[in-house]
Nanobody, 121 residues
């Protein structure tokens, strides 16, 4: 059994910053790609940023230059530094990762429970 636990959400004024963390725990052999998604009220969940095990990252256009995804493989943790936040960034942010529990098993897609980020104008 493995799980992802997010933290760091909250209320911030426009232009402010927040840092989200997501730690994987349980029986972990290796972690492949990790990602952050978000879901705003009344909208579909969207991919925000991804990072490979080697540290290569990608972002959706609306957060490029403002958000930075990073990971600490020694802690099985992924981060999302969010700067210059806008009201349209308001959403529940979810962590996602491909996790393998042993060498003989395939990667499973695991989701966190979500953390709410609210940006007020």
């Amino acid at each position: 059994q493995v799980q992802l636990v997010e933290s760091g959400g909250g209320l911030v004024q426009a232009g402010g910053s927040l840092r989200l963390s997501c730690a994987a725990s349980g029986r972990i052999f290796s972690i492949n790609d990790m990602a952050w998604y978000r879901q705003a009220p009344g909208k579909q969940r969207e991919l925000v940023a991804t990072i490979t095990s080697g540290g290569n990252s990608n972002y959706i256009d609306s957060v490029k230059g403002r958000f930075t995804i990073s990971r600490d493989n020694t802690k099985n943790t992924v981060y999302l530094q969010m700067n210059s936040l806008k009201p349209e960034d308001t959403a529940v942010y979810y962590c996602n990762a491909g996790i393998r529990m042993s060498m003989s098993l395939r990667y499973l897609e695991v989701w966190g429970q979500g953390t709410l980020v609210t940006c007020s104008s």
